[in-house]
């Protein structure tokens, strides 16, 4: 996840992002976290949404313009070209060797992992399922 504590809102990302799929609302960068189960991807009934070298990657000349991956996504990473009627959003620099946006950043706000945050999640998760997990032996319905 972006570091929004370092965001200085530059928006220096947003002008070197090749497919204009990187922007800054009030301070908070928002781009496409490729997730490993991505829902946009799942959720796309034209396949114009696939996975490259783990980077979740919109073909436009397949898209129908439905915003279904729109809605699907929970980061708001997908926007609408309504001009084309096709959705837009950062590619990951699939085919270049590093990400340009965080090339750029000053402050390194956007360096993230998205394992890191994936397996900060499972750790919570599993914290959670213990604390709120029923014993059965020690229940009073037996």
């Known amino acids: 996840m972006p570091n929004i504590k370092l965001c200085v809102d530059c928006k220096r ?25 991505a829902p946009c991807l799942n959720v796309c009934p034209e396949y114009a949404i696939e996975r490259i070298d783990d980077k979740v990657v919109v073909h436009k000349e397949k898209c129908v313009g439905c915003g279904l991956c729109m809605d699907a996504c929970p980061f708001g990473a997908m926007r609408m070209n309504h001009n084309l009627g096709v959705v837009f959003k950062c590619d990951g620099c699939y085919t270049k060797d590093e ?18 945050v994936e397996n900060k999640q499972k750790e919570l998760v599993s914290k959670l399922k213990k604390i709120y997990s029923l014993d059965i032996k020690n229940s009073l319905f037996i």
């Open 99 to 116: 990400e340009l946006c965080k090339i750029v950043c000053p402050t390194g706000a956007l360096e993230y992992s998205e394992k890191t």
């Open 13 to 37: 990302c947003e002008r070197v992002c090749p497919t204009n799929g990187m922007f800054v609302v009030e301070g908070v960068p928002v781009k496409c976290m490729h997730c490993e189960d």
